[in-house]
């Protein structure tokens, strides 16, 4: 087995080792961390509780109650965790770099080595004596 074939087999189990290993790291752990930055409060209603306004403080609690009721009727619709939103963007871009690596490591695994230059130019050698043979026949 040629160099190039052993490395393009390297290139292609790592490559391929390493997209299975972000795609669960992504799945269990990007999940697990996006909970943690999911608490359920939104921009406005840490604006309005921070602004000191008692009637905004009212208002962050009926946008709080309002939230809470509408999530109750609609819990049946799975939702994921916001993070994700910038997880697979990412995910994908890391997974399609990889692709191609992978792309790259099999294309170098299976493709046929180059013939040396020394069998290619012992091919010219020996057609040119044919020609000439061929020639000094016809005269």
Do not use: C
Request: proline content about 6%.
């Amino acid at each position: 087995m040629s160099r190039d074939k052993v490395y393009g087999a390297l290139i292609f189990l790592i490559a391929v080792i390493i997209i299975l290993w972000y795609t669960w790291w992504t799945l269990y752990f990007g999940v697990w961390i996006g909970t943690q930055v999911d608490n359920g409060a939104t921009a406005m209603q840490l604006l309005l509780a921070l602004s000191g306004n008692p009637s905004a403080a009212i208002g962050t609690h009926a946008l709080m109650l309002m939230q809470y009721w509408s999530a109750g009727l609609l819990t049946w619709i799975p939702v994921p965790p916001r993070f994700l939103s910038v997880a697979i963007p990412i995910w994908l871009a890391v997974t399609l770099i990889l692709v191609i690596a992978a792309w790259i490591g099999y294309t170098m695994m299976t493709t046929p080595p180059p013939v040396p230059l020394e069998e290619l130019e012992k091919a010219e050698e020996e057609e040119e004596e044919e020609e000439e043979k061929t020639k000094t026949k016809k005269k």
